[in-house]
């Protein structure tokens, strides 16, 4: 079993910035994916970035030059930094890790925080 836990977000104004960071604990030797999903109210819970344990990354085409994703994998951690932010990023941010074990995947999920981007 993993636990992810989300420290960041909060309320900015459009054009500014705002830094997620997810630390997993418990289970974490096999760790392949890490990243981020949000979902805006209506919506789908959609990707945001991710990134391998090996350092590859996929974005959003959305976020795409503003957003970036590190990670430290001798801590188990990933964070998202936020540049640019528009109104329509505004979202519950979800922190995600994938656990591949006898090539069973197992998925994980945060508890979730807000980013609330205004005009």
């Known amino acids: 079993q993993v636990t992810l836990v989300e420290s960041g977000g909060g309320l900015v104004q459009a054009g500014g910035s705002l830094s997620l960071s997810c630390a997993a604990s418990?289970?974490?030797?096999?760790?392949?994916?890490m990243g981020w999903y949000r979902q805006a109210p209506g919506n789908q819970r959609e990707l945001v970035a991710v990134?391998?344990?090996?350092?590859?990354?996929d974005y959003a085409d959305s976020v795409k030059g503003r957003f970036t994703i590190p990670r430290d994998n001798a801590k188990n951690t990933v964070a998202l930094q936020m540049n640019s932010l528009k109104p329509e990023d505004t979202a519950v941010y979800y922190c995600?890790?994938?656990?591949?074990?006898?090539?069973?995947?197992?998925?994980?999920w945060g508890q979730g925080t807000q980013v609330t981007v205004s005009s």
């Open positions: 995600y890790a994938q656990r591949v074990v006898w090539a069973i995947t197992y998925d994980y």
């Open positions: 418990g289970s974490t030797g096999s760790l392949n994916t």
């Open positions: 990134i391998t344990s090996g350092g590859s990354t």
